[in-house]
């Protein structure tokens, strides 16, 4: 069964500073991985997408790495400000019809002042 | 602007009251989804479409329907709510039901919070 997860569950942070947040997956064969943000009551937004030939994608202040062979992603928040608070989902694609997404339950990030 | 638009945005309701949630997009993509969203569960899929009058289910779809009869419109139709149904609905589409990529890319309703009581 495709799966993925993603940790921590929640994360407190002060304004300024750095956090990483993991997905690891299990989904097959895959196709790619993306990460989203979702403020409170809002739809999901893209942030990164990535390939499998893809070890690093930057966008702004968030980078995102992918190793395809321990089936592992992190989202790198650099210099986080108190809009970063929000959901971050890690969603992965297979490679089959119906253009299925497997996705993570989040992390629910907080960035206090 | 493009985008997906969905209503209502909050709906209270009983149990066994039909209804609808309405989802449209501008962009004439031919893929268009639904997810309901639940603490601890994250988003998954209800029923997606690849293109008019192409309907399937995804990993949730006992207790809703769903219809494509115009590229624009995937209705989400609860024909007798119950209250595990109250979540959080995103409707979403993308260009095409090939594999999601960089000009793939899905776009996200701003959602539907149904309570059912």
């Known amino acids: 069964k495709n799966q993925v997860e993603q940790s921590p569950q929640s994360l407190i942070i002060l304004e300024g500073k750095n956090c990483t947040l993991q997905?690891?997956?299990?989904?097959?064969?895959?196709?790619?991985l993306r990460w989203y943000k979702q403020d409170t009551g809002r739809g999901p937004v893209s942030l990164t997408i990535?390939?499998?030939?893809?070890n690093t994608k930057s966008n702004g202040r968030y980078t995102a790495t992918l190793d395809a062979d321990t089936k592992q992603s992190s989202l790198h928040i650099t210099a986080s400000q108190l809009s970063d608070s929000a959901s971050y989902i890690c969603v992965v694609s297979a490679n089959n019809a119906g253009n299925m997404l497997t996705f993570g339950g989040g992390t629910r990030l907080m960035v206090k002042p | 602007e493009a985008q997906v638009t969905q209503n209502p945005r909050y709906l209270i309701t009983v149990t066994g009251k039909k209804l609808t949630v309405t989802c449209s997009q501008n962009m004439n993509h031919e893929y268009m989804s639904w997810y309901r969203q639940d603490p601890g569960l994250g988003l998954r899929q209800i029923y997606y479409?690849?293109?008019?009058?192409?309907?399937d289910k995804g990993d949730v779809p006992e207790g809703y329907k769903v219809s494509r009869k115009e590229k624009r419109n995937f209705p989400l139709i609860l024909e007798s709510p119950s209250p595990n149904q109250t979540s959080l609905y995103f409707c979403?589409?993308?260009?095409?039901?090939?594999?999601?990529?960089?000009?793939?890319?899905?776009?996200f309703g701003p959602g539907t919070r149904l309570t059912v009581l």
């Open positions: 479409s690849m293109n008019v009058e192409v309907t």
């Open positions: 979403a589409s993308s260009l095409s039901s090939g594999a999601p990529s960089f000009n793939n890319e899905q776009f």
């Open positions: 990535m390939t499998f030939s893809e």
């Open positions: 997905c690891n997956y299990t989904v097959s064969p895959f196709s790619n």
